[in-house]
């Protein structure tokens, strides 16, 4: 029950000696490092990067390829020597697969600056085209699906996609562009979100940053979902403390923020503590995106209760359009 208990805990905000130690180190956090998130930037604890697997998904303003939706990858950091062998073991593992005749890798290309375009035949008609590229030190991996005989079409649209994807040296570059940390997409889109994770070394305090530009508010709000009567806090009878509920105003746009710890392990010894923060808008646009932040702690890092809402405050105040 006690670890069923921690799952929902997590999931509800997504919609995500030892006690001296930990407040000392929280309290010395005040050197700041920017981060570009979509549209936005947030400053986070100097020590802090995004953890590899981070995801955007695009749907370009095109009408050749029905339904297409782009997903970017971006992997973790490499040099050219062990990119070329993380392809080499992707094309030997695509061609390896036995399905009969489907998921069949029909196309190895090379794209003419060192990356490489992979074509699948998943069934029929049906195909995922991937493109891997090494861009300054990050592998990235842009995918399509395409049906209908579309895959041509499909795979110019993606290698269109992948010229639009630039390495950013500092948060202040490029400002029209749609960031993944480090990494920017320039043009315009039906749609973009991304997904990103930040972690330290030095901690076990982990933060999540979920933008969508144009996404609808949830029919339910932040404090709907983890207080309500349908709340599945109440439903599994978790007993957590509320350490933060209420409104405030994030980068111009009404939000609530939400925190709490709850006890876990048979004898109560293991404490999480969670904090979540969620725009709302009631038109979405550019200046007015989908923003959800979670921040985690577990073990030693999650007794200073008062060192977790210092450390909260002082990211969610920096929230910020570029």
């Avoid at 303003?61 to 950091?77: C, G, W």
């Avoid at 403390?241 to 409104?247: G, M």
Wanted: one cysteine or more; hydrophobic letters at 40%; glycine letters at 6%.
């Amino acid at each position: 029950m006690k670890q069923t208990i921690l799952l929902v805990f997590i999931l509800l905000v997504a919609g995500c000696d030892a006690t001296k130690k930990t407040s000392e180190k929280l309290k010395m956090t005040s050197a700041m490092n920017t981060h570009c998130v979509g549209h936005s930037l947030i400053d986070l604890p100097d020590g802090y990067a995004s953890s590899p697997g981070a995801l955007g998904i695009f749907v370009p303003i095109q009408d050749r390829v029905t339904d297409a939706s782009i997903d970017l990858v971006v992997e973790e950091k490499t040099n050219q020597a062990a990119f070329a062998k993380l392809v080499k073991e992707r094309q030997v593992a695509l061609a390896g697969v036995d399905h009969g005749n489907m998921d069949k890798l029909v196309l190895s290309q090379e794209t003419g600056d060192g990356g490489m375009l992979f074509r699948v035949n998943e069934i029929d008609d049906a195909y995922k085209s991937e493109v891997h590229w090494l861009l300054h030190d990050r592998h990235l991996v842009a995918r399509i699906d395409s049906y209908n005989n579309q895959v041509k079409s499909a795979e110019a649209l993606l290698l269109e996609f992948k010229s639009n994807v630039e390495y950013m040296r500092s948060a202040k570059e490029l400002p029209g562009a749609f960031c993944l940390g480090e990494i920017a997409v320039k043009g315009r889109y039906r749609s973009e979100s991304a997904s990103l994770g930040y972690r330290s070394n030095a901690s076990k305090i982990s933060f999540a940053l979920d933008f969508d530009t144009f996404r609808k508010d949830d029919t339910e709000s932040l404090l709907q979902r983890v207080g309500g009567k349908d709340s599945l806090l109440r439903k599994f009878q978790a007993k957590e403390k509320v350490l933060r509920k209420k409104e405030l105003t994030v980068a111009g746009m009404r939000a609530q923020e939400w925190g709490a710890s709850v006890l876990l392990g048979d004898d109560d010894s293991e404490k999480q503590a969670s904090f979540a923060l969620e725009t709302m808008r009631p038109v979405p646009s550019v200046s007015a995106p989908k923003i959800h932040l979670e921040m985690n702690a577990q073990g030693s890092d999650a007794q200073d209760e008062e060192g977790l809402i210092t450390l909260w405050d002082n990211v969610t105040k920096t929230i910020r359009m570029r």
